[in-house]
């Protein structure tokens, strides 16, 4: 009997088709053995930790208080640099339409870029404006698949699927976030390699991850915070940055592609103890939270330079749209003791859009086969 168990205890070790009426009978043959498996299948769902929602406390209006060994303290001569993300990104353009032209020379074709917007967010609605603005004004043809709010899974998942299929279109960008009922993950995984633009499927992150590995694509936002870096000749190796919040889109790659180029990279995120601490010792300090005015003066060492990714739309009924743009970093306060830093707009925001230009242009390269 016991062997008969046993051996059906094998069968379905880490199964998930074990029926639930088979764990007691062995518990009742093998109760040590049993435990053991409970335990490890326990702490194998637990190894990659457990899944705690990002919520940063809500920063106070207070000004914030130095340690009083702060060096940061009455240093306003520095005269900072202000990273136009604007210009940077027109120069980018400019290069991007050349290579088009060309291209179409060369082959009669040229690249295309497929949205998917789902729902009506304002903020989503903008971004997606300037992205297909930005195609047109460097030849790329773009396609734009709006949807409402309220529409299945698997209508956002079709509309892929026939972008995946269409050979005109080679980059796919479904806009972030998607409504709540919807599963980003499964949505996403339904772009196709060669078309993810944006670089968020699992294969071109861990081919960031892995130093000698090219990923077919890098997000948008990383590559735009490099190339900020590199185009305003801010050294990268050895260098401690600091990236504020662990986002797919923005901070994860981002942290990636830093120690690509030889940075010293800390994290800091929602749970993390003291990040003002951690942030004062940083070189570069790159801040993708999502939150309004976070970093204030007490998280910046002089001289620092400051990038800011954070866009939140916040509620501005004197505003022409109803609401403004307003980044992650307290820009009056920063601007006192920075050696340089990117406003909110047009800052990161421009670049980003001209680096999925960019990926998107890749793509058509090599469909046409010609990279
Ligand atoms: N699949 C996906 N990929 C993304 O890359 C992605 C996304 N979803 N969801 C939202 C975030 C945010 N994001 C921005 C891009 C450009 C500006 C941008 O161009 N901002 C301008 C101003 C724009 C305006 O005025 O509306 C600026 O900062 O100057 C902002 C934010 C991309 N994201």
């Known amino acids: 009997m016991k062997v008969l168990f046993t051996t059906l205890r094998r069968r379905f070790i880490g199964s998930p088709l ?32 457990p899944d705690l929602p990002d919520i940063w406390k809500h920063p106070s209006s207070a000004p ?14 520095l005269n900072p640099t202000i990273i136009n993300g604007k210009i940077i990104a027109e120069e980018i353009r400019t290069g991007i339409a050349a290579e088009i032209r060309q291209m179409k020379d060369a082959t009669g074709k040229i690249p295309g870029l497929a949205v998917v917007l789902v729902g009506k967010r304002r903020d989503s609605q903008s971004y997606v404006r300037h992205k297909i603005k930005d195609c047109e004004e460097v030849g790329i043809n773009s396609f734009l698949d709006e949807l409402p709010e309220d529409c299945p899974q698997d209508d956002v998942v079709n509309a892929v ?6 050979p005109s279109v080679h980059g796919i960008l479904v806009q972030l976030p998607l409504p709540k009922h919807m599963d980003e993950e499964k949505v996403l995984n339904t772009i196709s390699l060669e078309k993810d633009v944006d670089g968020f499927h699992p294969l071109n992150v861990g081919n960031l991850a892995i130093r000698g590995r090219e990923p077919l694509f890098i997000p948008c936002a990383a590559k735009a ?34 120690q690509r180029h030889h940075a010293t990279v800390s994290v800091v995120h929602a749970h993390s103890k003291d990040p003002d601490r951690i942030a004062r010792e940083a070189d570069i300090v790159i801040s993708a939270a999502g939150v309004p005015n976070l970093v204030r003066r007490n998280w910046l060492k002089r001289g620092a330079v400051v990038i800011d990714v954070g866009t939140s739309p916040v509620e501005d009924p004197s505003s022409e749209h109803g609401y403004c743009l307003t980044g992650d970093v307290c820009y009056e306060e920063a601007f006192q003791l920075v050696s340089a830093i990117t406003p909110v707009p047009g800052g990161v925001g421009p670049v980003t859009v001209a680096m999925l230009l960019s ?3 890749d793509s058509a390269k090599r469909a046409f086969g010609l990279s």
């Open 161 to 166: 699927s026939n972008f995946n299929k269409d």
């Open 18 to 49: 074990r029926p639930p009426a088979l764990n007691s009978l062995f518990n009742l043959f093998c109760p040590r053995k049993y435990e053991a498996e409970r335990a490890w299948r326990l702490s194998s769902s637990s190894i990659l930790g």
């Open 359 to 361: 990926n998107t242009l």
């Open 64 to 77: 914030p208080t130095l340690p009083s060994h702060s060096t940061n303290q009455g240093c306003d001569d």
């Open 225 to 258: 915070c490099i190339e900020l870096l590199l185009r305003s000749g801010v050294e990268l190796v050895g260098k401690n940055v600091v990236v504020i919040g662990r986002s797919r889109v923005v901070g994860l790659p981002t942290s990636l592609l830093l």
